[in-house]
């Protein structure tokens, strides 16, 4: 009894010493790990020794509902040397540079239309990149006609803060004519005469943007991108398109967006129950110019695409154990790889292979 005594207390003592010597030298200890963290992040860049390939990063899975784990949708893909981006919604910018990609190497930012939540985080995009690398000319910005308007908006709103940005750290950190960006404006083919157009070729990548239905949002476009026989499509928000799919014919890795009819219901009801009627209005109105994930997986089915990956997903789910719910039918629709997109995810078609790789960035 005396010896298990003298047990209890020595470990009760040993704790009471290490919490003691930890308050003591808490300042001492946060230096020092707080030193490790910043050796090890600053200036990462996961981009460096990568193998020739396409690569495609989920910077942002999520939709205007509020979610704290899904920021707005967002897309990095990197071809060769060569890094862009698809849709820029909010943390875009935040999430790319924890991903450990440097935000000061992007070459050009693609839009598919003009939807708050995918170009409402292009203001710290156009900062980051500017300031990162020391731009001495704006981001080119790709987007259907009307992209022009977008861009001198976000320009005229940042004018001033970009002045601050020069007069404080300088022209050779904040070069002038490299802040803000450029319209890249393109336009889609008449009605009849064809759904797509090539919008950007060079270094072995051709861009091809595609008309979707997103009515009654038009202009609206998805993109495929193909580099050395490797090829990924980005639906953009849109219900099932028939010109998304022939365009997609064969790509190695579909991007979809995808609504759930039956959890919406579930929110469109509780909203209605607490009387919250405008916002359930709004949950029933979304519903029609979206895609399920069943009409998704039918897509890539009919596209013959190698792997089907979900984002731009509405409504929030809260974790992966909602994740079968979300998907309802869709197994049975698409027999290919198929995967819900998290924040993070990283997807590696290295040249010369069939192969298609994933990891967790975040």
């Not at 170009?119 to 080119?140: E, Q, S």
């Not at 239905?213 to 038009?218: A, Q, T, W, Y």
């Not at 698409?334 to 290295?350: A, I, Q, Y």
């Amino acid at each position: 009894m005396k010896t298990r005594t003298k047990w209890l207390v020595g470990v009760i003592s040993f704790f009471l010493l290490t919490v003691l010597g930890i308050r003591i030298f808490q300042p001492q200890l946060g230096e020092r790990a707080y030193r490790n963290a910043v050796e090890k992040r600053a200036g990462l860049d996961r981009t460096e020794g990568l193998p020739d390939g396409l690569y495609v990063a989920l910077c942002g899975t999520g939709s205007p509902l509020p979610n704290p784990n899904r920021a707005g949708p967002c897309n990095v893909v990197i071809a060769g040397k060569r890094m862009f981006l698809v849709d820029a919604g909010e943390g875009s910018a935040r999430n790319i540079a924890l991903m450990g990609l440097p935000v000061g190497r992007l070459d050009a930012a693609f839009i598919t239309h003009f939807h708050s939540d995918h170009i409402d985080g292009l203001g710290p995009i156009m900062l980051m990149r500017w300031t990162g690398a020391a731009a001495k000319a704006p981001l080119p910005v790709y987007g259907p006609t009307g992209i022009e308007r977008v861009i001198a908006g976000f320009d005229e709103a940042y004018a001033t803060d970009n002045g601050y940005r020069t007069a404080h750290h300088g022209p050779a950190i904040a070069p002038p004519g490299g802040a803000g960006a450029k319209a890249m404006p393109f336009a889609l083919p008449d009605a009849g005469k064809g759904d797509s157009v090539i919008v950007y070729e060079g270094d072995g990548l051709r861009v091809t943007a595609i008309r979707v239905d997103h009515g009654p949002v038009k202009p609206a476009v998805g993109y495929r991108f193909d580099y050395r026989g490797r090829s990924v499509v980005f639906s953009g928000d849109t219900s099932k398109s028939e010109a998304l799919i022939a365009s997609a014919k064969g790509a190695d890795l579909l991007v979809h967006e995808a609504l759930q009819p039956k959890l919406v219901g579930l929110l469109t009801t509780a909203l209605d129950e607490k009387g919250i009627k405008n916002t359930a209005q709004i949950t029933r109105d979304i519903i029609n110019y979206h895609t399920t994930p069943e009409q998704a997986a039918d897509s890539a089915r009919e596209a013959g695409v190698k792997e089907l990956v979900f984002n731009h997903i509405v409504p929030v789910i809260p974790s992966p154990f909602f994740y079968p719910v979300f998907l309802g039918d869709a197994p049975n629709h698409f027999k290919g790889r198929m995967s819900v997109g998290e924040d993070g995810m990283l997807f590696m078609l290295p040249v010369g292979s069939q192969k298609i790789e994933k990891k967790k960035l975040l």
